[in-house]
T-cell receptor, first 115, second 116 residues
Framework: DGGITQSPKYLFRKEGQNVTLSCEQN?????MYWYRQDPGQGLRLIYY???????QKGDIAEGYSVSREKKESFPLTVTSAQKNPTAFYLC??????????????FGDGTRLSIL | AQTVTQSQPEMSVQEAETVTLSCTYD???????LFWYKQPPSRQMILVIR??????QNATENRFSVNFQKAAKSFSLKISDSQLGDAAMYFC?????????????FGKGTKLSVKP
């Protein structure tokens, strides 16, 4: 079945440590996204990528970095510069169709906590 | 800046009854899309329904329908014949049109409980 796979499901970070969240999709979607969800909040966009080797900052990109070397993969690194990383992280993907926004499909998420 | 407001943090409905979740948004754009997503306890975000702003007809997906009032910038979700499996967080979301694939802006969500 086609879908989006996020791993790990739970992740713990020590102070000063960088951690990387994995997101893989086999939907052949061009566009991929990373969102952060805090309790009582909606999702906020961290980074997005419309095509391989290209990505743009979202609303809360500080302290995060991404890469898009393959169409199927869009890993998110939470750096030590992100002082409040504890949150639920969701990856999404969509067909990149000009002039017609296609809905985004989401993975199951990764919960990141600080040790 | 565009904003999405869900004024009902929590709602409750009796099984088999109908419930309406409210959503208002603010934008100066004329081309945009609106979505309702469902997030059950498993935390996966599931698309419920999608509405193009240029379409006057309200979108419908089985028991789910919307009341899209463009002038009032209102986009409510009606769930008919509520089922226990409908219990979840529901998020309203806005996205600028024209093929822009970023900036899906979410409201804070409404927690829906379904009573047997």
């Amino acid at each position: 079945d086609g879908g989006i796979t996020q791993s790990p499901k739970y992740l713990f970070r020590k102070e000063g440590q960088n951690v990387t969240l994995s997101c893989e999709q086999n939907l052949n979607h061009d566009a991929m996204y990373w969102y952060r969800q805090d309790p009582g909040q909606g999702l906020r966009l961290i980074y997005y990528s419309q095509i391989v080797n290209d990505f743009q900052k979202g609303d809360i990109a500080e302290g995060y970095s991404v890469s898009r070397e393959k169409k199927e993969s869009f890993p998110l690194t939470v750096t030590s510069a992100q002082k409040n990383p504890t949150a639920f992280y969701l990856c999404a993907s969509s067909i990149n169709q000009v002039m017609d926004n296609q809905p985004q499909h989401f993975g199951d998420g990764t919960r990141l906590s600080i040790l | 800046a565009q904003t999405v407001t869900q004024s009902q943090p929590e709602m409750s409905v009796q099984e088999a009854e109908t419930v309406t979740l409210s959503c208002t948004y603010d934008t100066s754009e004329s081309d945009y899309y609106l979505f309702w997503y469902k997030q059950p306890p498993s935390r996966q975000m599931i698309l419920v329904i999608r509405q193009e702003a240029y379409k006057q007809q309200n979108a419908t997906e089985n028991r789910f329908s919307v009341n899209f009032q463009k002038a009032a910038k209102s986009f409510s979700l009606k769930i008919s014949d509520s089922q226990l499996g409908d219990a979840a967080m529901y998020f309203c979301a806005y996205q600028k049109g024209g093929g822009s694939q970023g900036n899906l802006i979410f409201g804070k969500g409404t927690k829906l409980s379904v009573k047997p």
